[in-house]
């Protein structure tokens, strides 16, 4: 039976209440929410590997831990469109819900962006990602409302709500796909370079370290495709796209791989990208982790659906927020190089922070 967003969303608020383990999506510009409803907990993978022949609902940490593993929602209870007719478990499991935290102060991230720009100075890094958490007093009337507000105001976004005892509650809007494809063919983006949104131009004229940003993501694709073994990619762009009240620089890539090389493979070879991490991939995560104050646990890692005969759709988990038991965790960041002023870096942090700031004070 279909019914109105309102008690769907009564709905999501009752499932979170009793702690039951669920992921809620909307695919970009699809009016019709999936729900995918776990009797007991999602499965727990620990190589990006294990998801080749999978299917199901994709969770994935900035850096895969026994503590943040990679879940899986492979449940069978799938529910399509505005229902009530599911069928609720018994009982749930206990979710997470304590509070962390802090916020990360602009004297800290300034601090950090100097160790940042020390590096990148001295040619050890090409670039990096610097992030931040942005922890509010949890006001919010009903979660079910703000997932489908996100969803209203972020149409082009991918929306989701997850809740499971290793991640938590997460909420997450986001523009940047990952991978997107059906076994043979595939797609990418480098999404890199950021501007607020200037009324209604289309215009837009974007610095040499934005410019320069956007390049190193895209040449990183590149290479990192040809290391699998892919040939004959089609580029296109670099074009800017609106994402809420700012813009990015995006390029596509499609490519196809005859089907001789698994999802797993992929993702494992393309995330983090530069986009969320930097260059050298590996010696830059290493460093984020060590450096960064806060754990970003499932911010910049990677949510969507995993098929081993229909279509895979993956994106990153940017614009997100951690749900706990009386405060929100926001997190933002930006791409960091040599040519980058810590201001302005502050400042597009802030401007990445409103998209889910506007929906939560929707809600007061």
């Known amino acids: 039976m279909s019914i109105v967003p309102t008690q769907y969303a009564r709905l999501l608020d009752e499932l979170i209440a009793r702690g039951i383990a669920f992921a809620c999506y909307f695919l970009p510009f699809n009016a019709k929410p999936t729900l995918i409803v776990e009797n007991n907990e999602p499965a727990e993978l620990l190589s990006y590997g294990d998801l080749d022949g999978e299917n199901g609902f994709v969770f994935a940490p900035f850096t895969i831990s026994n503590e943040k593993p990679l879940l899986l929602f492979r449940s069978k209870n799938i529910y399509s469109g505005f229902v009530d007719d ?12 304590n509070n962390s935290a802090y916020s990360t102060t602009q004297e800290l991230y300034d601090s950090t962006f100097r160790c940042f720009m020390d590096l990148l100075k001295s040619g050890r890094f090409a670039k990096l990602v610097l992030s931040r958490k942005l922890v509010i007093d949890r006001h919010i009337k009903s979660i079910g409302k703000v997932f489908l507000n996100a969803n209203k105001a972020y149409p082009s976004a991918f929306t989701y709500l ?9 909420l997450g809007a986001t523009p940047e796909l990952l991978l997107k494809g059906d076994g043979d063919s595939f797609q990418t983006v480098a999404l890199a370079g950021t501007m607020p949104v ?3 131009s289309t215009d837009y004229s974007w610095s040499e370290k934005d410019c320069e940003e956007q390049q190193l993501v895209a040449d990183y694709i590149s290479d990192r495709l040809a290391l699998c073994g892919v040939a004959n990619v089609e580029k296109n762009g670099p074009i800017t796209i609106k994402a809420g009240n700012i813009v990015h620089l995006k390029t596509t890539f499609k490519f196809a791989t005859d089907g001789n090389i698994g999802v797993g493979r992929l993702v494992d070879t393309l995330h983090p990208t530069p986009a969320v991490c930097g260059l050298p991939k590996e010696e830059a ?21 995993v098929s081993s005969n229909k279509e895979t759709e993956l994106y990153v988990n940017l614009r997100c927020m951690k749900v706990e038991a009386q405060q929100l965790s926001l997190f933002a960041g930006g791409g960091i190089t040599a040519k980058s002023e810590g201001e302005r870096e502050w400042k597009e942090t802030n401007h990445k922070l409103r998209t889910l700031q506007s929906i939560i004070e929707a809600d007061y």
Request: no cysteine; proline share 4%; hydrophobic share 35%.
């Open 86 to 97: 599911i069928s609720m478990p018994i009982s749930g499991v206990a979710v997470n819900g």
């Open 162 to 170: 997850v809740n499971a005892p290793k991640s938590g509650l997460w």
């Open 198 to 200: 200037s009324g209604d």
């Open 285 to 305: 995560r290493q460093y984020i982790i060590e450096t960064e104050q806060h754990n970003r646990e499932y911010y910049t890692g990677f949510a969507g659906i």
